[in-house]
């Protein structure tokens, strides 16, 4: 008997039937519960189940069934910390005293797993039914967002300064109430026709994270049309055209009604139009 328990790489446990008393543990019971051989043999079946019910489910089942087949228990280690466990149990004499012999199988990983899949399918879930508010504007009839976090102000089309060597995208940069900051043609990056500014041409001043803090820029988009709240769910990865299409720059396509508006995302257009 002790020959075949510690040949299995399982914990195994034999204990009274009439109190729960342990009589028998093998090594790999003391090593997974935290237990030395004699701290084991001074315990009862009781102390290790997180839930009382959780004992008391199992001596129903032996007793009705005869035998326990993968009953799934939350039990305690010595250092309280939890452990999922399925057990399977057949009674036996031992000792000439009736017991049962309790085969244990670890289940913490694979429970935590389940719960991590779990959570990250609910965070999934419900990321779907979020709204987040995007600020909508148009460039050649079409409609963009830019999420509204992201915008610090919407200004009209003011003096730009001209800076040498800059990419064609950049117009340069402008004085903002005192604070010097770039501005770049968003239709140029884009590669659509160029446009002459009208009334309603203005520069989106937006905030964006950089590896050395929070940076001001600012975009010319032909006007600024809605601040329009999209849901998680409504929002889908660009697809892939021809493979040579540059979308990096692109985070999503939200579906409303029956059009489609181009999610853009800023922290890559930052490293677009002020790091080339």
Partial sequence: MRLISETIPVPVIISRISDGKFLYVNEHACEIFGLSGDEFLRRRASELYANPYDRENFVNILNEKGHVSNLQVCMKKADNSLLWAALFSQPLTFRNEPCVLTVVYDLTERRQAE??????????????????????????????????????????????????????????????????????????????????????????????????????????????????????????????????????????????????????????????????
Avoid at 221 to 236: F, K, P, Q
């Fill in 115 to 276: 719960e991590e899949i779990r959570r990250l399918t609910e965070e999934l879930e419900n990321a779907k039914e979020r709204v987040e508010k995007y600020l909508m504007f148009t460039l050649a009839g079409q409609e963009y967002g830019i999420p509204i976090v992201k915008i610090k102000e919407i200004i009209g089309i003011i003096p730009i300064t001209p800076v040498p060597n800059m990419p064609d995208f950049i117009r340069g940069v402008a004085n903002l109430r005192g604070r010097v900051i770039p501005i770049a043609d968003i239709r140029r990056r884009l590669g659509l026709e160029a446009a002459e500014s009208s009334e309603r041409t203005c520069i989106i001043i937006s905030e964006i994270e950089s590896t050395t803090g929070k940076r001001t820029a600012g975009i010319i988009v032909d006007a600024v049309s809605e601040v329009l709240g999209i849901r998680g769910g409504d929002i889908e990865s660009p697809p892939e055209i021809d493979g040579k299409t540059d979308l990096r720059f692109i985070s999503g396509m939200a579906k409303i009604g029956k059009s489609i508006k181009i999610l853009l995302d800023i922290g890559f257009l930052r490293e677009e139009f002020f790091y080339k």
